[in-house]
């Protein structure tokens, strides 16, 4: 029985040690870089439809932030989106939810120019593989058939 025990202590110390380092370097890791640097909000308006935009940019270049978007006939959708700047384009995943009931939960791809302090939300053709949407290699993003643009505003708190 001591033999036992003491195996089963040999064992569970090395696990438990390796599993708190895990954590320490993860921790030290986010404290050392990644700090938000900006904070910004934007509406859209296109006829009666509308949309806010609040996104924050880390010290590593990640954007993050929350999107809404109120279609007058539809339903709204709001989610989170999550990405980077490539040179003047913001690419994001949009995570939303459609409906109130039993909600059902979508992942798009958007594409935003920035131009002139505004963001221009992009059309262009979205292929799904392996259960995840993206732009199609080679096919262009046009800014020009975009319903908004997303114009600076401030951010309520």
Partial sequence: MKKTILYLACVAVPLVYSCTQGNNSEKSAAAK????????????????????????????????????INFHEKGDNIGKVAGSFKGDTLFVDFTFKIGNDNPTIYKNPLAFLKKDGKLILGVGQIETSVGRSYFVKGKPISFDKGRFTFVPKDCKK
Wanted: net charge negative; with cysteine.
């Fill in 33 to 68: 870089g990644d700090t938000t640097v900006s904070s910004e909000c934007y509406g859209a308006i296109d006829a009666l439809d509308t949309a806010d935009l609040h996104l924050n940019t880390s010290s590593l270049g990640k954007v993050t932030g929350d999107l809404s």
